[in-house]
């Protein structure tokens, strides 16, 4: 069974200070990551995936996460975040040859001007 | 450009009512489509997946169904609404198969059963 862990419902940061993201995941086999970012009233939109080699990916928007396989995690971080980074933020993860995607809860970020 | 369509926007319906959501893909050929359901304060889960015309396979039981009328239409639909049923629902797609395959979802239509 495959499954995601977004420990924080909620995190709220300033506008220009760092973020970090949690995502935890079980999976037998090394798992396709994706983070997806969903703002008010529209659909999902993929900010980065991790497929193999180098754990750090870079994504859309100065977003990037770190593949970690000993800590089962995959944490989207973001240097500055600005207040147009409020959103929804989605952890998710698929393997092997079907294209399930399996979701965490998602964490809502808001940014504090 | 490819774009993805989904109707209604929102859908506020009884219980024991009938339900049609729909979606439509344009600009992609023999696309891989999805429905995914999100209950309030619940995570996302893929309720059905279609390779090709005619053909769907479903991944979660929850008194629905779907079907595949078209290359470019994805259709989720009830006859007796539950309760249960409230949420946001999702459609995607994806060119490739597999769990590297990237896919890119809907705006999603929110429904509230009463």
């Known amino acids: 069974a495959q499954s995601v862990t977004q420990p924080d419902a909620r995190v709220t940061v300033s506008e220009g200070a760092s973020l970090q993201l949690r995502c935890k995941y079980s999976y037998s086999a090394t798992p396709y990551l994706f983070w997806y970012v969903q703002y008010p009233r529209q659909g999902l939109q993929l900010l980065l995936k991790y497929y193999s080699g180098d754990p750090v990916v870079q994504g859309v928007n100065s977003f990037e996460a770190e593949f970690s396989k000993s800590n089962s995690s995959f944490h989207l971080q973001k240097a500055s975040v600005h207040w147009s980074d409020s959103a929804v933020y989605f952890c998710?993860?698929?393997?092997?040859?079907?294209?399930?995607?399996?979701f965490g809860k998602g964490t809502k970020l808001s940014v504090k001007s | 450009a490819q774009t993805i369509h989904q109707w209604p926007v929102a859908e506020i319906k009884a219980v024991g009512s009938p339900l049609s959501l729909g979606c439509t893909i344009k600009g992609k050929s023999s696309p891989n489509l999805y429905w995914y359901w999100q209950a309030t304060g619940g995570t996302l889960q893929q309720l059905f997946y279609s390779i090709t015309v005619g053909q769907v396979e479903s991944v979660v039981q929850l008194n629905l169904s779907a079907s595949r009328p078209k290359d470019d239409q994805f259709i989720l639909s009830t006859e007796k609404l539950l309760l249960s049923h409230s949420g946001f629902y999702l459609c995607a797609w994806s060119l490739a198969w597999g769990g590297a395959a990237e896919q890119f979802f809907g705006p999603g239509t929110r429904l509230t059963v009463l």
């Open positions: 998710a993860l698929s393997g092997g040859s079907n294209a399930k995607l399996t």
